[in-house]
């Protein structure tokens, strides 16, 4: 965990309240039929797993699912990845991942991006907690594992 | 933890005093995250007296020196350092030779040269080993990799709903093909006391040898391979106050004095030449290379440390604390305690409702309570069980049962952010 061990941590910050409730009742937690393509997600550490399902029309993200087991920022992130790339465009979706994966990691990032981010900024308060960022970023790298490949299994020990 | 032959019960008595011992380990007094820490995790490893962190600093202050090879003052006072630690852990464990005691890395270690050395030399195809669902990964991978390697097979003796060993089972697996039983003593995911006595008695009557793993066991106290009758006992110094990066294979002398090299390298040989060499004595034959001396030192330091307390004495305060915390566990809400042997060491793996363990364990470690979540490198007990992972709260001989009040007050927060 991040943060000066000496000062106390807002745990708020971390499970707040829309991660919670996305985390007990996730959004497209299902298979998808007609799905284009597939990618599994595997982080050793936590035993998170995650599938993403998605269908690609025209470069586009026609519809997306998963299915899984994890803990709450896996889950969460992964619900509310699918409400956010609905509807967008391939390139559109991959400029998000790149925003989200740096609002989580680049320690300079000024934040200037995370408008774009609408909602998922949430999760800004998971950059404080370093060894759970992979939790949040898993189901990102399996959907990006989706685009290009079915059948390509990602872990957080060896990301893409 | 509750032994009976294979524990020394010392005629030293009088109440334990916790807070005499909390003071000789300078890292429990410190603030985590503005809490007082809670250190549960006492199973992934334990905290170190002073009187460990003095000797490996003075060690490398005043005597550091390679031994068994230079002739000048240092190298002799290090030598006699690394050997005196041999004597004592020889002690500890109730060895009957101090050349049966070979220093390695780690009961990880220890296991490896066991399965290399004599695992690789004696097993032939269609030869088993026989393992229990409930070892650490360090006691399954090492078998698979020298059964691949000699066409040998793994059985492994399945465990119940508690957590324990199906005897039965285990005896039915016993065969005259069975070359080798590794079990560990105590099991690190599930707190589980083995009759590793029954087993040694059982498995010898099938011809098999027997290696224990007892890496969890010794941090509750002295143990007796003599009485025990194991041939092989592996533990780590860093889970029983010593210093990480060492640890101990002891073997039978009967069953080392057959074991060819695992390494080979200096301090192992007695003479090279490019035609032939000659290799060592035990149980320097199995120490190749300039060993950790200073973690070796520091074990010794930790013997010394275990051997002035009260070995009874301890084990009533863990056993104290392992009921408080069953009982106190037991009233929250939701939880599920996995592991509930009849014999157990003052180990707790618990899920709580549907919470992730990853979740809880940060949500604890935000209140200044470390803990261990995940799988414990023991994935088949997590299967066995159906979880993929378990929040597992471990004691030691300096915590107290304000550590598992904090903890069981802790969790109502945890059950209140996901409710």
């Not at chain 1, 992964?78 to 559109?92: H, L, P, Q």
Request: negative net charge; contains cysteine.
């Amino acid at each position: 965990m991040g943060g000066d061990p000496g000062t106390e941590v807002d745990l708020d910050d971390l499970y707040q309240q829309v991660i919670v409730d996305h985390s007990r009742r996730p959004r497209n937690f299902r298979e998808l039929a007609n799905a284009t393509g597939s990618g599994e997600g595997h982080n050793p550490f936590c035993g998170d797993r995650v599938t993403v399902y998605l269908k690609v029309d025209e470069r586009t993200v026609a519809d997306i699912s998963f299915l899984g087991r994890g803990c709450a920022i896996c889950t969460a992130s992964a619900s509310m990845m699918t409400e956010s790339v609905k509807g967008k465009s391939i390139k559109e979706v991959e400029a998000m991942f790149g925003r989200f994966h740096a609002m989580l990691t680049d320690a300079d990032a000024d934040g200037r991006d995370n408008e774009a981010l609408d909602k998922l900024v949430v999760f800004e308060g998971v950059s404080r907690f370093p060894v759970r960022v992979k939790c949040a970023t898993l189901p990102w790298h399996t959907m990006k594992a989706a685009l290009g490949s079915n059948d390509q299994i990602t872990t957080t020990e060896d990301p893409p | 933890m509750s032994q009976t032959s294979t524990v020394d019960r010392d005629a030293k008595s009088g109440p334990f005093d916790v807070e005499r011992v909390r003071r000789d380990f300078p890292a429990l007094h410190q603030k985590v995250h503005g809490r007082d820490l809670v250190y549960l995790d006492s199973a992934a490893t334990s905290q170190k007296p002073q009187s460990v962190i003095d000797a490996v600093t003075r060690y490398y202050t005043e005597d550091n020196a390679n031994v068994h090879r230079g002739l000048h003052a240092l190298s002799e006072r290090a030598t006699a350092s690394y050997e005196s630690a041999r004597q004592k852990v020889c002690r500890f464990i109730h060895a009957a030779e101090t050349h049966e005691i070979v220093f390695v890395r780690g009961a990880t270690d220890g296991i490896n040269l066991l399965a290399q050395s004599y695992g690789r030399s004696r097993l032939k195809p269609g030869d088993e080993v026989l393992i229990t669902h409930m070892e650490h990964h360090s006691n399954i991978v090492p078998w698979q990799i020298v059964c691949e390697q000699t066409g040998a097979v793994l059985r492994v003796a399945p465990i119940d709903d508690r957590g324990e060993l199906v005897m039965g089972e285990f005896e039915r697996l016993l065969t005259d093909r069975t070359r080798i039983v590794a079990a560990s003593h105590v099991s690190n995911a599930l707190g589980t006391i083995n009759p590793v006595e029954h087993m040694v008695e059982l498995a010898h009557r099938a011809g098999a040898i027997v290696l224990l793993d007892g890496a969890q066991a010794v941090a509750h106290g002295s143990v007796d391979v003599q009485s025990i009758d194991c041939d092989a006992y592996v533990l780590s110094g860093h889970k029983m106050f010593g210093p990480t990066g060492v640890g101990v294979l002891y073997g039978k002398t009967s069953l080392l004095e057959q074991m060819p090299p695992y390494q080979s390298g200096g301090d192992m040989i007695k003479s090279v030449s490019f035609q032939k060499t000659t290799y060592n004595d035990l149980p320097y034959r199995f120490e190749a290379g300039t060993p950790n001396i200073a973690g070796v030192v520091g074990l010794g330091a930790a013997v010394d440390y275990l051997e002035a307390l009260d070995t009874g004495a301890v084990r009533a305060h863990e056993d104290d604390l392992l009921e408080a915390a069953t009982e106190g566990l037991s009233q929250v809400a939701g939880l599920r305690l996995i592991g509930t042997a009849a014999r157990k060491a003052s180990v707790v793996s618990f899920v709580l409702d549907d919470i992730h363990p990853h979740d809880i364990g940060t949500i604890l470690d935000g209140m200044g309570i470390a803990v261990r979540t995940g799988h414990h490198c023991a994935q088949p007990v997590m299967e066995h069980f159906d979880v993929p992972a378990t929040v597992r709260a471990s004691m030691a001989m300096y915590n107290t049962r304000q550590d598992v009040d904090a903890l069981v007050q802790a969790l109502s927060k945890v059950r209140e952010v996901f409710a």
